[in-house]
């Protein structure tokens, strides 16, 4: 019984041996341009090639999945928890066994069964127009279906992963049903059809389409390092608004890793990841994407630090994932196109 | 003075800048059938386009029924001639069927009238029964005639036919013209057919206009064109025969290689004058008892009758008719002779 | 040699018949069948967890915005293709011959890449809105352009590429018309305009349809536009339900119901078709109906003319040069434009010659059932790239788990044999574009007389020589045609090539859409123009043929 997949693993060296040399398989959905340069420091200082391919979190899912035992994929690299957990529930992830990890990223980044780690965290303030709201009148997520607002909310689609999470952290805190109801009073205040990504809900907000809008950090961030000055224009009309400050935190989601169940370069997957987890990898991040570092010890960009600290919504992001089919549901009945 | 219902008159036209008919004029009658007969490239299917108004004219006037169609200031648009036009390549409709291609144009008749008529119509051309048939269904004879009440279905004060059956085979194209004939005839309408071939225009017209080089050389019934042509042209051109050498005698008699012969009425040549005599192959006549022997150098079985060439003692080749029975061999000497009543006499070339 | 001269011709070569061409055939027909199969098998397998929400919430709105984008676009493509062809048929004006062939330049885009572009300029927070509203525009004038991003924005940049379909077909339709028989509707006392509607319109309605339905074809197939646009169709939700619901089963009973809407298109389009053929050879062409046109009239003929090709092509050209030439990284450029053209060129060369392959089989074995496959083959193209996709991964990842599972005792590593390679795009391509190589193969064929393969045989051929040394050869260009015309259809294809695509493999078209979903529409600029330059090749090609016709 044992013999069998030992002599077949052997064998198998055998054959990849000479062909190729040590290499990590990355199904991505994080841009290629924004991970690209990390990969090459990898490259560089281990030897170790990485190969990348880039796509949707749901496509490299689904992909992984149909791929079964014959995946090529050692690691899923995702831009929310989300994804991640549906990853773990298809049964394509396995455990990883890391001290490093363990050590250097906060628990609550990690799934409980250690088949995902956080790599970066984002948080999903609001943004408000300076010269028409009065900042005052902002207080949580859920305040934004109040009528005063009609009209004025610019956010993009529910087909978007980072809203799914939203109303999934919504569902977690107050019920399916206020949930549900949340997400009809958000769609009655739209300024707009939901549409573009979200700093055109940015853009949108700038120009005077709407007064409120709602969006990841670091797409603010990179309007703010931006050179054209259109883009400075947005930054100058804009402000970050931390929702949920005085109970549970704004939301946050993360950028991570599953590791791939039939991954075919376990060594090099770990390795990769305790990379990614280095204080200099952390930085990079920082600087270059404007997220914040799940290591502590990493430093901020100036950008990032503009901003401001909030309070970040503590709970386990694995719950991000269970409730994303909920989520979506209830976002499709609301009519959140 | 008969009234008249088409009047063309001084009319130039140009095809393409180069200028095909000079100067023209040619009135028809009520319910006259008229015809424009000449070669091709002649400029006649101009004239016809002019007419329905499709082409400008260059000089001249083109009157309907006293009212003026066209001159090279005015111009009705088309649609407003009442002139129908039935065209070579019959031209119909292929998305209706045959009842909606001859309603085609009553569009403003009330639907029982309407209905009459297209029924009047298919009883006309005897296709009654044929209504809900669409043209690809239908012979090229059968196609023809739908077009042909297509175009008299709204009653049009002239009817022009542009060859209208030169796609046809000869036996049927002949047959058509009569019939068309005898359907213009018995709902009295003025038409003018252009054609190239004589017999169609013989079949068809009462009058037949013979155009060449841009002029009518002449104007005339199918019989005087015939046997009273004007012109050599118009001889030639009407029906076979050849032209003889022959010298006035006297005021009505001319005297040819096959003896004198001797006309109906005066000739218009002193006598002394150099003639040049034309003869068709039905003047004459082999006759075995005749004077006038020929040498037999052609001959055309027609199953009634021979067409034979014979050549003439002086070498002119001349066309003789010989009853079926008569049969000689080529390069025999048979006898002929003239039967004619009427001389057809052209100045000496 | 006693051969008696009764034996019709094809069973007399039937005697040394290799069985190739046959067996090419049925294999076509079964490659295109497998997945139409394989998606309509899973309407007998049950509901499955997410179809009851796709029912309750979802369905509707897919049939209807499906529905909707398709009449929006069939009006479009008729407003925007019949009155050029019109214009350029029936009057002659300076500029018309440029323009006839202009008006076809929009055939070179796919929908997605117009999409992307005039989203790029007409944003809320873009050029053009910014200085409407430093002029104070009214707000009804903006409004529209602000709602791009809508059904009526897709069916708009669907309609903008897509009435070159109509326009070619109306075209075609009208030089065939006898002027004979506008005049002889003059004669009847028809107005210009009575005539028009009752004679011209009317003959050329089948070819109007026929175009009008292949351009619906395309818009139930597109992806790319709908997708960016947030519309949700079907093709969006067999996408959304694959991948977000990560429901298979669902997936494929939603691509049977998009079938279900193409085949009452297909079948539609045949009748159309059919007519259009009987309509066009009765007549004689006389084309001298034309009216000359000069000054104000012909100023505003050549505007009207014009209007499509500016929006369709040269304004959104004009903004991918600028865009390209001042903000591109084209370094990744390379690689891509390798992958593409590598992918597209060694696709179409397959899809060719199997499609010779097919014609040739035809011409050898006549039959009714040789004929019924090769309409089969035909279906290919109607069938949505996203429909073909979903069919093919389905038995491919199965064969491949079969597979593996065979070989582990081998110790043989799991492997996607099919699934994971560039086979099953190329199969996919296969079954979606051997239609469209069909057409130029077969009436390319049809040209050489037969007694040509006969003085072939006679003179020591054999079939295979015959369609190397003769055939290829006499009909290069449509070969070329094909080849060309399939090359452009794949380097534009998205959706197929998103799903099917293997490991570490991007293509030109993929990168356009990626960069568009980040909303990088600057910086899809590049392989967009890259895109659309390699599909002027064929539409100039295309134009010359008809020219020449």
């Known amino acids: 019984m044992r013999f069998t997949p030992v002599v077949a693993a052997g064998l198998a060296g055998l054959l990849s041996l000479p062909l190729q040399a040590a290499e990590v398989n990355v199904y991505s959905a994080r841009q290629d341009k924004l991970i690209a340069p990390l990969l090459e420091q990898f490259e560089e200082q281990t030897g170790v090639k990485v190969n990348l391919i880039t796509g949707k979190a749901e496509e490299l899912l689904t992909r992984i999945k149909a791929e079964g035992a014959a995946t090529p994929a050692d690691l899923l690299i995702t831009v929310d928890a989300g994804n991640l957990h549906r990853a773990k529930e298809a049964g394509v992830l396995q455990p990883i066994e890391s001290n490093l990890l363990d050590q250097r990223i906060p628990e609550r980044l990690v799934d409980p069964d250690k088949q995902w780690v956080g790599l970066t965290v984002r948080a999903r303030p609001i943004f408000y127009a300076k010269d028409r709201v009065d900042p005052s009148k902002l207080s949580t997520y859920e305040a934004l279906t109040d009528s005063e607002w009609k009209g004025r909310i610019c956010i993009r689609s529910s087909s978007n992963i980072y809203n799914q999470s939203l109303a999934a952290s919504m569902i977690e805190a107050n019920g399916e049903a206020a949930t ?48 054209k000055p259109e883009d400075r224009a947005v930054v100058d009309a804009l402000a970050v608004f931390w929702p949920n400050q005085n109970d549970r935190g704004t939301h946050v989601n993360i950028s991570g890793a599953g590791f791939v169940k039939h991954a075919k370069n376990p060594e090099q997957a770990v390795q990769l990841l305790e990379f990614m987890v280095s204080d200099e990898a952390q930085a990079y991040y920082a600087e270059i994407n404007h997220e914040y570092p799940v290591v502590e010890s990493a430093t901020l960009s100036d950008t990032i630090k503009s901003l401001g600290t909030f309070k970040a919504d503590e709970l386990n992001l694995g719950v991000l994932g269970t409730n994303n089919s909920a989520a979506v549901k209830l976002m499709d009945r609301a009519g959140w196109q | 003075m008969d009234t008249e219902s088409l009047v063309i008159r001084d009319v130039s036209l140009t095809y393409e800048q180069v200028p095909v008919i000079q100067n023209l004029s040619l009135a028809l009658k009520p319910q006259e059938l008229g015809c424009l007969l000449g070669p091709s490239g002649c400029g006649k299917s101009t004239l016809l386009r002019a007419i329905a108004g499709f082409q400008p004219l260059n000089s001249g006037e083109i009157w309907l029924d006293d009212h003026l169609l066209a001159s090279p200031s005015h111009a009705t648009p088309p649609e407003s001639r009442g002139v129908g036009m039935v065209f070579q390549d019959i031209a119909l409709f292929p998305h209706l069927s045959v009842a909606e291609n ?22 006309l051309i005897g296709l009654s029964g044929m209504e809900s048939r669409y043209p ?24 022009l036919l542009d060859e209208p059956f030169s796609g046809l085979d000869t036996e049927l194209r002949g047959r058509l013209a009569s019939e068309v004939r005898t359907i213009l005839k018995s709902d009295g309408i003025c038409s003018l057919l252009v054609t190239h071939d004589q017999r169609e225009a013989f079949d068809f017209a009462d009058r037949i206009a013979v155009i060449h080089e841009g002029h009518i050389c002449q104007f005339d019934t199918p019989y005087q064109l015939y046997h009273e042509p004007h012109s050599p042209f118009v001889a030639h051109f009407v029906g076979p025969g050849e032209m003889v050498d022959a010298v006035v005698e006297g005021p009505r008699s001319v005297s040819s290689p096959l003896g004198v012969l ?41 199953g009634a009758h021979h067409l034979y060439e014979v050549r003439l003692d002086n070498g002119v080749v001349l066309g003789c008719f010989a009853p079926s029975h008569h049969n000689h061999a080529i390069g025999e000497r048979i006898g002929v002779k003239l039967d004619v009543e009427h001389l057809v006499v052209f100045p000496a070339r | 040699m006693a051969i008696k001269n009764s034996t019709p011709y094809s069973s007399r070569l039937g005697r040394y018949r290799p069985n190739g061409f046959l067996m090419t055939t049925v294999l076509a027909a079964l490659c295109v069948a497998l997945p139409i199969c394989v998606v309509l098998g899973f309407l007998f397998v049950g509901e499955s967890e997410a179809w009851s929400h796709l029912v309750e919430t979802l369905l509707a709105r897919y049939a209807w915005n499906s529905v909707l984008l398709s009449i929006l676009v069939a009006l479009g493509v008729i407003a925007i293709g019949v009155p050029a062809a019109w214009m350029i048929s029936f009057y002659r004006f ?46 009804w004038l903006m409004d529209p352009i602000l709602n791009l991003k809508s059904l009526p924005g897709a069916a708009l940049m669907l ?66 536009t709908v997708q960016f646009f947030g519309v949700q169709t079907f093709t969006t939700g067999i996408v959304r339900t694959y991948y977000g619901f990560g429901d298979t089963t669902g997936a494929a009973q939603l691509s049977s119901l998009l079938l279900g809407f193409v085949a009452i298109l297909v079948v539609m389009e045949r009748l159309s078709r059919h007519r259009v053929r009987y309509y066009s050879d009765r007549l004689r062409r006389l084309n001298q109906a034309s009216q000359y046109v000069t000054g104000v009239r012909a100023l505003l003929l050549q505007s009207l003319c014009l209007l499509p090709v500016l929006f369709g092509f040269l304004i959104p050209t004009a903004l991918l040069v600028t865009w390209t030439a001042f903000y591109a990284e084209l370094q990744s450029l390379w690689q891509l434009t390798l992958n593409s053209f590598a992918l597209a060129g060694g696709s179409s060369l397959i899809i060719v010659t199997v499609a010779l392959m097919v014609a040739y089989a035809n011409r050898l074995h006549p039959s009714r059932w040789l004929s019924y496959l090769t309409v089969l083959v035909g279906l290919g193209y109607a069938l949505p790239g996203v429909v073909i996709a979903i069919g093919v991964l389905i038995p491919f990842a199965s064969f491949d788990h079969w597979l593996s599972a065979q070989l582990a005792f081998l110790g043989v590593p799991p492997t996607l044999w099919l699934s994971g390679s560039v086979f099953a795009l190329v199969f996919a391509y296969l079954v979606r574009f051997l239609a469209v190589a069909n057409g130029s193969i077969f009436s390319g064929l049809s040209r050489i007389r037969p007694s040509l393969d006969q003085s072939g045989r006679l003179l020591g051929l054999s079939q295979t020589g015959v369609l190397r040394e003769i055939h290829v050869p006499l009909m290069r260009g449509s070969v070329l045609t094909a080849v060309l015309v399939c090359f452009v259809d794949i380097l534009k294809e998205l959706p197929a090539t998103l799903m099917l695509r293997p490991f570490n493999f991007d293509t030109l078209a993929i990168k356009t859409y990626e960069l568009a979903g980040e909303e990088r529409l600057i910086d899809a600029a590049a392989p967009s123009l890259l895109i659309v330059l390699v599909g002027l090749l064929p539409v100039i090609w295309l134009n010359r043929s008809v020219s020449k016709e």
């Open chain 1, 180 to 227: 549900e109801a949340w997400a009809e009073g958000m769609v009655a205040n739209f300024a707009r059809k939901p549409t573009g990504g979200d700093t055109d809900q940015l853009r949108a907000v700038a120009a005077g389409q709407c007064d409120l809008a709602v969006s990841n950090t670091y797409y603010f961030g990179r309007l703010i390092d931006s050179a």
């Open chain 2, 136 to 159: 690809h269904e239908l012979s090229g004879g059968q196609q023809q005639r739908i077009a042909l009440a297509r175009a008299m279905a709204p009653k049009p004060k002239l009817l």
């Open chain 3, 159 to 224: 309609s903008l590429v897509l009435y070159p379909y109509v326009y070619l077909m109306a075209r075609a339709a009208f030089l065939d018309q006898s002027a004979n028989l506008m005049e002889a509707a003059y004669t009847l006392g028809q107005s210009r305009w009575a005539v028009f509607r009752r004679v011209v319109i009317p003959m050329a309605r089948p070819a109007i349809a026929a175009g009008t339905l292949l351009a619906l074809m395309e818009t139930l197939a597109d992806f790319g």
């Open chain 2, 262 to 302: 001797s006309n109906d009425q005066d000739l218009a040549f002193a006598p002394g004058t150099p003639v040049n005599l034309f003869l068709r192959p039905d003047d004459l006549i082999h006759d075995d008892d005749s004077t006038y022997q020929a040498t037999l150098v052609g001959k055309h079985f027609r």
């Open chain 2, 102 to 123: 001859i309603a085609f144009g009553l569009g403003d008749w009330p639907l029982e009238t309407r209905q009459a008529r297209v029924d009047e119509l298919l009883h």
């Open chain 3, 94 to 139: 300076p500029g018309r011959d440029v323009l006839s062939w202009l008006l076809l330049l929009p055939l070179a885009y796919p929908a997605y890449i117009l999409a992307y572009t005039y989203t790029g300029v007409l944003d809320y927070a873009g050029p053009v809105l910014t200085w409407m509203r430093s002029i104070d525009s009214p707000q």
